[in-house]
């Protein structure tokens, strides 16, 4: 397991190679933060490998990559809705949206839901601009701990929400 956890060291944090017109001493600068960062990662692939002997090195990394991922990805949703639901005078162009995102028009378009504007809407307290969605009357600290929006934001064909006064539960 141990040639696994070094091998893995070394495909993650791959070695530098030094460009033509680079300074040895930028180079060198490289190679050691480069070497710093695969001490870090071997550090902590023995680390969870000690605390788990049963648990295999590159599966759990892999899963932690694929964490990271879906975050990753989450991150995208919200930007573009933001960018296509909330920028003002005008949105982003979905050209320009799918050029920075690699993607394609039609896959910005589908990227995100009306979940993730009601959570922007919130987050931003303000309503899209299209004035169909608005904030959700809960604070944002609150929304944080929720791992995916709501939808219960107030939207233009949902009744008003009741006051704790008039509401007996």
Not at 77 to 84: D, G, H, I, T
């Given at each position: 397991m141990e040639e696994?956890?070094?091998d893995l060291a070394r495909i993650l944090v791959p070695s530098v190679a030094q460009a033509e017109e680079e300074d040895e001493r930028d180079y060198q600068?490289?190679?050691k933060s480069q070497d710093t960062e695969r001490r870090r990662l071997l550090g902590e692939l023995m680390t969870a490998m000690?605390?788990?002997p049963q648990e295999d090195p590159v599966l759990a990394k892999l899963s932690e990559l694929a964490l990271r991922k879906l975050d990753i990805q989450r991150q995208i949703?919200?930007?573009?809705?933001?960018?296509?639901e909330f920028v003002r005078p005008e949105p982003y162009r979905l050209r320009s949206l799918a050029e920075a995102t690699g993607m394609s028009i039609s896959g910005v378009r589908t990227a995100y839901t009306s979940d993730d504007i009601t959570y922007i809407a919130t987050e931003i307290r303000r309503k899209n601009n299209k004035g169909t969605i608005f904030p959700n009357q809960q604070s944002g600290a609150q929304s944080h701990e929720q791992d995916k929006p709501s939808s219960s934001g107030n939207q233009w064909w949902a009744l008003p929400?009741?006051?704790?006064?008039s509401s007996s539960s």
């Open positions: 696994i956890v070094k600068a490289r190679v000690s605390a788990s949703s919200l930007m573009l809705a933001y960018a296509r929400a009741k006051t704790s006064e």
